[in-house]
Nanobody
Framework: QVQLVESGGGLVQAGGSLRLSCTASGRTFGNYAGGWFRQAPGNEREFVVGIGWTGINTDYADSVKGRFAISRDNAKNTMYLQMNSLKPEDTAVYFC????????????????WGQGTQVTVSS
């Protein structure tokens, strides 16, 4: 089992930045691919970005390319999401997730999930 805990969410004005963290416990996080997803009220959970277990391979949703950056520090069992140039449409609950194998864009492929952290971007 892997337990994931997100932190770093909050309220920010449009154009601002936030850095989310996802800290893992249980099994070695470095053995898993990771992903960030988000869900706004009334919407389905959507893919934001994925990262391979080495941290080399990444894949971003078009809506966040050039603004968001994912990274991981396996020695600290932590994955990060740096969010810059935030827009009101980025408002959502952000979830981190982990799975064996490669990162994918499908939420159902992920075995482990955090509880989510709220990100609110005001206009």
């Amino acid at each position: 089992q892997v337990q994931l805990v997100e932190s770093g969410g909050g309220l920010v004005q449009a154009g601002g930045s936030l850095r989310l963290s996802c800290t893992a416990s249980g099994r070695t996080f470095g053995n898993y691919a990771g992903g960030w997803f988000r869900q706004a009220p009334g919407n389905e959970r959507e893919f934001v970005v994925g990262i391979g277990w080495t941290g080399i391979n990444t894949d971003y949703a078009d809506s966040v390319k050039g603004r968001f950056a994912i990274s991981r520090d396996n020695a600290k069992n932590t994955m990060y999401l740096q969010m810059n140039s935030l827009k009101p449409e980025d408002t959502a609950v952000y979830f981190c997730a982990a799975r064996s194998g490669r990162a994918t864009k499908t939420p159902g492929d992920y075995y482990y999930w955090g509880q989510g952290t709220q990100v609110t971007v005001s206009s």
